[in-house]
């Protein structure tokens, strides 16, 4: 047996050996917990890309950047909105699902991507497996609105006028697939009436075009057209939503003129698969925690929306049904892609 150690540099390696032996024990110890790493109880550590597959100054733009900033504030990184539109969503959207699962690329999740499973007959992705579901945002009624010019103050007579010029009557939307064109091939498909439909890149353009005269009517969400509305640039004709809005409470619900159509959008934020399961719950509640702020839903409700608040699983289950609604009309209305 080894005596005393007389030289004091070999006592303090052995002593150096001991506190490294009991350091990675702890360590050990700290990881059969299941406790993570330092790097992944600190994100985000740097800036997050929100990509918006869509043209900016539209209503997903306007809600996106509100929430970015309230993030940007609550985790002390920014969170960038980038804009990426193209394909009907599909370029931002696969940006995203080729993205590193690392909570560093997010999407903002708006109708389009679910309406395109059905659209597209092959995509080099799958939204439904490629995307993890986030957290939703809001819900968000459409509204129809026209240029001032066309003689038209009512539904009744937007169809009346409709008929009485078939072809004639231009519907401006954000793109195949996206909302306002959904919206407008349901009106179709319910009253027969004959629209044509021009795309624009964004729903922000397609607004632009209308007040311009380039079109005559586009069935748009109600915060990007609202204020257009208050100023009188645009004329709104009804709600399409089943009940009135609380944004504009004199104004009737499509519903009242052609039963049966309701409609409205959703927007809401989604990740990478894979991405780990720490950061979507992290991501949600601090979400969910921004949406419970009175500031934030006033500002919502003000914009036309109202706030939609779901753990990832629940709006996992409503992206479901939203593609299962607006395939029927997808598929009725022979919609393809350009």
Do not use: C
Not at 62 to 85: D, K
Not at 194 to 201: E, G, K, M, Q, S
């Amino acid at each position: 047996m080894r005596g005393p150690v007389g030289n004091p540099s070999e006592a303090l390696a052995i002593k150096l050996s001991r506190r490294k032996i009991l350091h990675l024990a702890a360590w050990s110890a700290a990881l059969a917990g299941g406790l993570r790493p330092a790097t992944a109880q600190a994100y985000p550590s740097r800036a997050v890309r929100i990509v918006a597959p869509f043209a900016a100054g539209g209503t997903g733009d306007i809600l996106a950047r509100l929430v970015a900033q309230r993030l940007s504030e609550r985790l002390g990184q920014p969170f960038v909105i980038e804009n990426r539109p193209g394909a009907g969503t599909n370029i931002g959207t696969e940006a995203v699902v080729r993205a590193p699962a690392d909570g560093y690329t997010l999407l903002l999740v708006i109708p389009p991507a679910v309406i395109n499973a059905t659209l597209y007959e092959k995509l080099d992705f799958n939204f439904m497996r490629d995307i993890t579901p986030v957290a939703s945002i809001s819900r968000t009624p459409g509204v129809v609105v026209v240029n001032p010019r066309v003689p038209a103050g009512s539904i009744p007579e937007l169809i009346v006028y409709a008929r009485s010029a078939p072809g004639m009557v231009n519907m401006g939307s954000g793109g195949i697939g996206s909302s306002q064109h959904i919206y407008g091939e349901l009106f179709r498909m319910l009253t027969g009436i004959d629209l044509t439909h021009v795309p624009y890149r964004g729903e922000g353009p397609a607004v632009t075009a209308l007040i311009g005269g380039e079109v005559q009517v586009v069935f748009a969400l109600l915060p990007g057209a609202i204020e257009h509305v208050r100023a009188g640039t645009l004329r709104a004709l009804a709600i399409t939503t089943a009940t009135r809005s609380q944004a504009v409470p004199d104004l009737p619900t499509m519903s009242d003129f052609v039963p049966g159509y309701e409609a409205s959008a959703f927007q809401g934020i989604g990740a990478p698969r894979s991405t780990p399961p720490e950061i979507i719950e992290r991501l949600n509640q601090e979400v969910n925690a921004i949406l419970d702020d009175q500031g934030m839903q006033l500002r919502i409700e003000t914009l036309g929306g109202t706030v939609l608040r779901n753990p990832p699983a629940g709006f996992a289950k409503l992206l479901a049904e939203e593609s299962a609604k607006w395939a029927k009309v997808v598929k009725f209305a022979h919609i393809k892609p350009e």
